[in-house]
């Protein structure tokens, strides 16, 4: 049974930094697009960072680019979230999923067969 599950989260200071983790099991993540979406309170979920199966292209929501860096490492079978500079509207559920449908999307949640539980990050002096 393929599990992904989020790690990494936690309560931090403005301006300072957390690297989420999505480690799966039951599934290579080198051969899935990998994307991390949050969810704020009263808030769609929305797609901050996706990783191409394969070469590992990435791609990042303008809200967050040069803040955020997604990246995958194989033989650890996980992909990893750094986020730098963390502001308070950074606060949200982060999740992260898989899709093996050999394209990729920031918008499109129901491209993503896979979820994981979601992991906190709060953002707050």
């Known amino acids: 049974q393929v599990h992904l599950v989020e790690s990494g989260g936690g309560l931090v200071q403005p301006g300072g930094s957390l690297r989420l983790s999505c480690a799966a099991s039951?599934?290579?993540?080198?051969?899935?697009?990998i994307a991390w979406f949050r969810q704020a309170p009263g808030k769609e979920r929305e797609g901050v960072s996706c990783?191409?199966?394969?070469?590992?292209?990435?791609y990042y929501a303008a809200s967050v680019k040069g803040r955020f860096t997604i990246s995958r490492d194989n033989a650890k079978n996980t992909v990893y979230l750094q986020i730098n500079n963390l502001k308070p509207e950074d606060t949200a559920v982060y999740y992260c999923?898989?899709?093996?449908?050999?394209?990729?999307?920031?918008?499109?949640?129901?491209?993503?067969?896979?979820w994981g539980q979601g992991t906190q990050v709060t953002v707050s002096s």
């Open positions: 999923a898989a899709t093996g449908r050999g394209i990729i999307s920031l918008d499109d949640l129901f491209l993503y067969d896979y």
């Open positions: 039951a599934l290579s993540l080198n051969y899935y697009a």
């Open positions: 990783i191409s199966s394969g070469e590992g292209t990435t």
